[in-house]
T-cell receptor
Framework: EAQVTQNPRYLITVTGKKLTVTCSQN?????MSWYRQDPGLGLRQIYYSMNVEVTDKGDVPEGYKVSRKEKRNFPLILESPSPNQTSLYFC???????????????FGNGTRLTVT | GQQLNQSPQSMFIQEGEDVSMNCTSS?????WLWYKQEPGEGPVLLIALYKAGELTSNGRLTAQFGITRKDSFLNISASIPSDVGIYFC??????????FGAGTRLTVKP
């Protein structure tokens, strides 16, 4: 089954304790992206990656890092989490535009992070 | 980044009623998409629109890509309880970059 898999689904941590949220897709998609969802703000892009070893900042990159060492995986790293990073996080992937017009994003089921 | 203004923020309707929501932007997008999110899940694509003026249906859902490429609407006809969820509009740029509206939370009363 084609899917985007995030882990963990739920995470409670304390300020300053480094954490990683994993994201993996099995659709051979080049494009991957991380979003955070907050009430009243919709989905805001944190980082995205057009392909392996290519990453770029989105709208709200502060406090986050990513890596794209292989096509299927795109982990989100919080080196020193703070309470304002408490949010619902989504990973998404898609083929690159130009291969097909049908390249909307496929989303994972989300990771709810609480930083105390 | 480009901002999308989605309205209304929430809707409370009776089963069987029609629903309409829309998104506007000050920027031009190449593609407009509508997603639905149910509790505990990620957004799922409902309709994708690729040409200005395009009108597309998916069952009881109808969406249009505005002529100016700066707006889109989604209509749901004859709503049912399983239509409950948060609906997001999204505008996509050439590099796959995507911007989302803040969402419309739909509640359907049986």
């Amino acid at each position: 089954e084609a899917q985007v898999t995030q882990n963990p689904r739920y995470l409670i941590t304390v300020t300053g304790k480094k954490l990683t949220v994993t994201c993996s897709q099995n659709m051979n998609h080049e494009y991957m992206s991380w979003y955070r969802q907050d009430p009243g703000l919709g989905l805001r892009q944190i980082y995205y990656s057009m392909n392996v070893e290519v990453t770029d900042k989105g709208d709200v990159p502060e406090g986050y890092k990513v890596s794209r060492k292989e096509k299927r995986n795109f982990p989100l790293i919080l080196e020193s989490p703070s309470p304002n990073q408490t949010s619902l996080y989504f990973c998404a992937s898609s083929p690159p535009r130009g291969v097909s017009y049908n390249s909307p994003l496929h989303f994972g089921n989300g990771t709810r992070l609480t930083v105390t | 980044g480009q901002q999308l203004n989605q309205s209304p923020q929430s809707m409370f309707i009776q089963e069987g009623e029609d629903v309409s929501m829309n998104c506007t932007s000050s920027s031009i997008f190449n593609t407009w998409l509508w997603y639905k999110q149910e509790p505990g899940e990620g957004p799922v694509l409902l309709i994708a629109l690729y040409k200005a003026g395009e009108l597309t249906s998916n069952g009881r859902l109808t969406a249009q890509f505005g002529i100016t490429r700066k707006d889109s609407f989604l209509n749901i006809s004859a709503s049912i309880p399983s239509d409950v969820g948060i609906y997001f509009c999204a505008g996509q740029l050439r590099n796959n970059d995507m911007r989302f509206g803040a969402g419309t939370r739909l509640t359907v009363k049986p």
